[in-house]
């Protein structure tokens, strides 16, 4: 190796290190809290339609020392706050010394986010001390944990003998503010911002720009994920950015100030309309590097679009359209209203799908569940002490003499005893997520529309071997007059090789526009004479599509539609492999109105038991 290549490495390594804080052995994930961080901010009042996300690092602007100017770090930070679509926290927390300390932090920052009234709070950096004050005031089981924190950050923060007096006399007015909250001091003007406090929300949430262009409308998007992008990078932060008018092709590719010449510019043109995106995690990583990204509407297609399309199913092979569509309102959150004849639901069936016989992987499993489901069939059984029947009952008859000889007879004597058959008074209506997300891999030899299929075909044989009506439908969406509602059995129809086939002519494609397949479900199951009626969805993920079906607003749509099915006297569940549904599912279905299969194999095992335990 070149000397001055390795002494280069080795200074970039003892200024890195030099230039390190926190603690990474006591770091705390917010994967690893998401689900009592949840918990509590539910509880405490905090909207329960909000996800919660990852916060995307920021600029702050404060002073750094010398070793952070030259190793580059510190430059940005990731606040805690929250709006309409989710609750944003730090990716991970390693600021204390005691993985306890950064666990009561995410506690902490919940706390104030569910407590938090943007109309009611006072403007500038009394924010902060504003809202530790009223969550300590509602909360006072919180002042110890508090006063924790508090003890443990103050010698974290800035040394003020070491900052220039104006930035010295902000220091101190903070750390006064931390331990006092009350009556928060003012604040000297200074030409940079004080260092970020951590035990407060963002000063400055940003604010959604509007789409001038209009990709959130309901035109066509030119998203790399809404065009089936096939490869993508698995990072849900919500980043800042601003749209532009797109740049010449041929223009220059970068423009930053001169003390940035070691970083990436503030604007980058990334232009590759037709190339692989074999750099993808180079722009990812230019991306992280960025404070503000500018996006601009290109409408040139790009290859990996190309393979996306190429992938759908062709006109001529696709499912037979049943009629001109159905039309269903949705729900509009914003509003509060639905919004009648919305929708467009296109019933289809397969009517060239061959009949098959069940796969010979799953003949086996097969036979255990219909052995198990045929005890649930309904007996014949001895109904006693009937006015009429087959046979005498004896033990009514003397009980009858015994009350005749006593003077004590009272109307006509029910002698009689008949044998009949019970009756479950059971109707299943399963709908099936058949969106071009389930075209993923689970492991080596499945995708989860493998699966998802093979817990049809269980689902289906357990059942019929139950002898419980039940019906099969699958879904999915390109937009909102465009639901594609596959029929797969109906009510009353038989179980056999022309359902299988059917079963395994499903594919998957488009997006999963929830709210309008449940309606159709719920139309569907209305019917049915049952004295109890299963809605089971089985899916893996939440609600989106092209339009503005995503985030809160199809979240809200699916629950409303849930709402509707509870409203009909039908009985909804959700069966999911998504593993972030613990961050949704509890507000769509409630806390006992889902299940999350961790392990998406077990899922077709797993589909008809939960069923007996749910019509038990």
């Known amino acids: 190796m070149d000397p001055e290549e390795n002494i280069g490495k080795l200074w970039d390594r003892l200024i890195t290190r030099s230039a390190r804080s926190g603690f990474p052995q006591a770091a705390v994930s917010l994967d690893a809290v998401r689900p009592r961080l949840g918990l509590v901010f539910r509880a405490l009042g905090g909207d329960p339609g909000l996800a919660i996300e990852a916060a995307a690092p920021e600029a702050h602007g404060a002073r750094r020392t010398l070793v952070q100017h030259l190793a580059a770090s510190h430059r940005r930070v990731e606040h805690a706050w929250a709006d309409s679509e989710a609750l944003r926290l730090p990716a991970r927390l390693d600021l ?56 443990a950050y103050l010698p974290l923060r800035p040394d003020p003998q070491r900052l220039p007096k104006a930035e010295a006399a902000a220091e101190v007015a903070i750390r006064q503010a931390l331990v006092d909250p009350r009556d928060p001091p003012a604040l000297p003007r200074n ?25 959130g409308s309901e035109g066509e998007s030119n998203d790399p994920e809404a065009e089936g992008e096939t490869r993508a990078l698995e990072d849900r932060r919500r980043r800042r950015a601003q749209r532009v008018a797109m740049p010449e092709r041929d223009t220059g590719l970068l423009l930053f100030p001169f003390e940035s010449i070691m970083s990436w510019a503030e604007y980058l043109n990334v232009d590759r309309p037709t190339e692989d995106d074999e750099d993808l995690d180079n722009a990812a990583n230019a991306a992280d590097d960025l404070d503000m990204l500018s996006l601009a509407r290109d409408n040139r297609r790009s290859a990996s679009r190309l393979r996306f399309d190429l992938d759908l199913p062709s006109a001529a092979n696709d499912d037979t359209t049943l009629g001109s569509g159905i039309l269903l309102p949705e729900w509009d959150y914003r509003r509060g209203v639905h919004k009648p004849d919305y929708c467009r639901l296109q019933p289809m069936v397969a009517l060239e799908a061959e009949p098959a016989p069940l796969p010979e992987h799953l003949r086996r499993t097969a036979r255990r569940l219909r052995a198990q489901f045929q005890q649930l069939t309904p007996v014949r059984m001895w109904h006693k002490a009937q006015p009429d029947g087959t046979e005498i009952d004896l033990d009514a008859y003397q009980h009858f003499a015994a009350e005749r000889a006593a003077g004590q007879t009272n109307g006509d004597p029910a002698l009689y005893q008949d044998l009949r058959t019970g009756d479950r008074q059971l109707a299943c209506l399963l709908l099936a997520d058949l ?16 699966v998802i299929r093979d817990s049809l075909y269980l689902f289906s ?30 009510f ?10 059917r079963l395994a002519a499903i594919k998957p494609g488009f997006y999963t526009r929830m709210g309008a397949a449940l309606r159709q479900s719920i139309h ?30 199809g979240v809200e749509d699916t629950r409303a539609a849930v709402r509707e099915a509870r409203a009909a006297g039908l009985q909804p569940f959700c069966v999911t492999i998504d593993r972030d549904a613990e961050d949704y599912l509890p507000h769509l279905f409630g806390s006992q109105g889902y299940v999350v299969i961790r392990s998406p194999r077990e899922l077709p095992r797993r589909l008809p038991q939960l069923y007996a335990q749910l019509t038990r």
């Open 96 to 151: 204390f010394p005691e993985p306890g300390l950064n666990r009561d932090l995410y506690l902490w920052l919940a706390a104030l986010a569910a407590l938090d009234d943007p109309k009611a709070a006072p403007a500038g950096w009394v924010r902060g001390p504003w809202l530790v004050t009223r969550v300590l005031e509602d909360l006072p089981g919180m002042r110890t944990r508090y006063a924790r924190l508090v003890e």
């Open 191 to 215: 030409k940079r911002p004080p260092f970020p406090v951590a035990l407060w929300l963002h000063p400055d949430p940003p604010v959604p720009e509007p789409d001038p262009a209009g990709a």
């Open 435 to 450: 969106s071009l997300s389930t075209d993923t891999w689970v492991s080596n030899e499945a995708r989860v529309i493998d």
């Open 461 to 490: 044989e357990s059942l019929a071997a139950a002898g419980d009506a039940f019906a099969l439908y699958g879904f999915s969406s390109r937009k909102r007059d465009h639901v594609r509602y596959h029929v797969l059995k109906e």
């Open 492 to 501: 009353g129809e038989r179980y056999g090789e022309g359902v299988r086939g």
């Open 524 to 553: 569907l199951l209305e019917k049915q004479p049952a004295e109890q009626r299963l809605l089971l969805l089985l899916t893996d993920g939440k609600p989106n599509d092209m339009d503005q079906y995503e985030a809160r607003y």
